[in-house]
């Protein structure tokens, strides 16, 4: 049996357009695991602390673009001693093919763990002409 693996190389992706962060805060780059199957490629972000109303995806010229914020937990008459935890954004772009149909993307997050599900456009059928006379 054959086995149908594809090979896949990492390119750095190259922004003609310059952002400029309004926040000074740590901006972190979540671990992402890639799947593919035969109708859709699935991206699954570690993303501890962002729920549905602290996060954000576009898709601006072929760039998906994955953003979260995470505010740090204040209790009321205490200030921080010492801590190791450290929050802040998140933030990661991916360069997607004409493959994906952008119509059919959808996300969800569940406990700080984001899935897109970049659903493939449907194989274009051939198509018989007929032919007019006169």
């Known amino acids: 049996m054959a086995d ?12 003609s357009i310059e952002t400029e962060r309004t926040r000074s805060r740590r ?4 671990k992402v695991d890639i799947y593919e199957a035969k109708d859709a490629i699935m991206l699954v972000a570690d993303m501890p602390g962002v729920d549905e109303k602290s996060v954000d995806i576009t898709l601006e010229k072929n760039v998906l ?9 204040a209790y009321k008459n205490h200030s921080i001693t010492y801590s190791e935890y450290d929050t802040g954004d ?15 993307i959808e996300a ?26 006169g």
């Open 90 to 104: 998140y933030e990661r772009s991916f360069t997607i093919s004409d493959e994906v149909d952008r119509n059919k």
């Open 65 to 73: 673009t994955i953003a979260g914020t995470v505010e740090p937990e």
């Open 27 to 30: 901006v972190y780059v979540p």
């Open 108 to 133: 969800s997050v569940k406990q700080g763990v984001l899935r897109v599900t970049l659903h493939k456009v449907e194989p274009v059928k051939a198509k018989k002409i007929t032919i007019k006379t």
């Open 4 to 15: 149908d693996k594809k090979e896949l190389q990492k390119i750095e992706a190259q922004s």
